[in-house]
Every structure is written in structure tokens, then in C-alpha cells.
């Protein structure tokens, strides 16, 4: 029963262009979202996130975007990097306790 | 560093052998999870603390799994009679009460052969 879902396993974008990866979850009574950004052999690092009580959320090159009605989440790296080649997880919780992840998506993006 | 340490980072054993993992989580923080990742998954919820309370455990956590925090800082995860479905990295992360962020550590990767 995977609450949260990301349908993309991969994606390469150019350096400087747009990244743009998406997630979608199926238990409307999440109310909090976030992205982690992991390298190998290291441990997730908290990237942005995102309340439903809003739609968007911007840091710096990051921005997630949020469709309550749609059940989808996406976040936008804008330009991107050589050094955001990673595999970005989302995640979603609804008491703050227990944290859902997704499968992920291995973003690389090409000199 | 002041950030979540995880003590091993690699951990080979004989399936049957007990392990034991430990964490140390940002001083203030008084949360704790522990998650499991196997490969092309996300991180699987197992269990958190607050302070010392283990208030929350995932049916993934079998009775030959156990975690504990005895003082409120770090954490041990004890898996007994290791399977080779054990094999996995296990992570942990730790945050404030009544903030939603996690901070996670680099995890303990197992091997059981």
C-alpha cells in the first residue's frame, strides 16, 4: 500500500534548464510534505517542504508546488546543476509522527 | 559535527548472529526514527521515540526487533537472529517536537550472508 508514489525512476535534464519531479499520494489526510535530496552512501538531507495550508514554497532554486485536489506534489529546480545529481525522495506525514516515502527519482543533469 | 551520527556505518554477519545499531541524534532534538531502505525503495517507517517513550513501532517491526532509548539521547536498534531479509541500510533520524522536519543520519548498512 504505497501512500506515496513517484512514477519517475529517472530523469536527465541539461545544466541550466529546468528539473522538474513529481510525486503523488493517495491518503488525503496528509498535511505536510517534503523533499530530501541523498547521495550515495549517505543518509537523506531535508531539502524543502511544503504545509497544506499553502500551494507553493520557493528557496532559492528550489520551489514545490502543491495540488490538494489532485493529490500531486512536484518540486522545481530552476537552473540546474551539475551538483543536483542525487535521487530526490518526497514524503508526506498527517500526525507529524510517521513519515511515508516514496520509491524515488535519480535526477541527472548534464554538463 | 553536530549532526545525527550512526555507529557502524557497514555491517557484515552470519545470518542467525545478532546486531546491534546506535544512533545519536542533534542534542536538542528529542525525537528519534528509526527507517529501513532497501534498494530502489524509499525509507520505511520502523519506529520513533519522544524523549524515551517508543511511541510508535511498524508491523514491518518483527519481535526479533527491538529499539530502545534508555536515557532520551541516543538509540540502540537491536535486530536478534539476523535473516538474510534483514540486509538492508538502516537509517535514522531524529527532530523537535512539534516540528515536522527530520534530520537523518548517514545510516548502518547490513549485510546478512
Known amino acids: 500500500d504505497q501512500q506515496v508514489k513517484q512514477n519517475s525512476p529517472s530523469l536527465s535534464v541539461q545544466e541550466g534548464r529546468i528539473s522538474i519531479l513529481n510525486c503523488d499520494y493517495t491518503?488525503?489526510?496528509?498535511?505536510?510534505f517534503l523533499w530530501y535530496k541523498k547521495y550515495p552512501a549517505e543518509g537523506p538531507t531535508f531539502l524543502i517542504s511544503?504545509?497544506?495550508?499553502?500551494d507553493k514554497n520557493e528557496d532559492g532554486r528550489f520551489t514545490v508546488f502543491l495540488n490538494k485536489s489532485a493529490k500531486h506534489l512536484s518540486l522545481h529546480i530552476v537552473p540546474s546543476q551539475p551538483g543536483d545529481s542525487a535521487v530526490y525522495f518526497c514524503?508526506?506525514?498527517?500526525?507529524?509522527?510517521?513519515?511515508?516515502f516514496g520509491t524515488g527519482t535519480s535526477l541527472t543533469v548534464i554538463p | 559535527d553536530t549532526g545525527v551520527s550512526q555507529d557502524p556505518r557497514h555491517k557484515i554477519t552470519k545470518r542467525g548472529q545478532n546486531v546491534t545499531f546506535r544512533c545519536d541524534p542533534i542534542s536538542e532534538h528529542n525525537r528519534l526514527y528509526w527507517y529501513r531502505q532497501t534498494l530502489g525503495q524509499g525509507p520505511e517507517f520502523l519506529t520513533y521515540?519522544?524523549?524515551?517513550?517508543?511511541?510508535?513501532k511498524s508491523r514491518l517491526l518483527s519481535d526479533r526487533f527491538s529499539a530502545e532509548r534508555p536515557k532520551g539521547s541516543f538509540s540502540t536498534l537491536e535486530i536478534q537472529r539476523t535473516e538474510q531479509g534483514d540486509s538492508a541500510m538502516y537509517l535514522c533520524?531524529?527532530?523537535?517536537?512539534?516540528?515536522?522536519?527530520?534530520?537523518f543520519g548517514p545510516g548502518t548498512r547490513l549485510l546478512v550472508l
Open positions: 511544503i504545509s497544506s495550508i499553502k
Open positions: 521515540f519522544q524523549n524515551e517513550a517508543q511511541l510508535e
Open positions: 491518503n488525503s489526510m496528509f498535511d505536510y
Open positions: 533520524a531524529s527532530s523537535l517536537w512539534a516540528e515536522e522536519t527530520q534530520y
Open positions: 514524503a508526506a506525514s498527517y500526525t507529524g509522527n510517521q513519515f511515508y
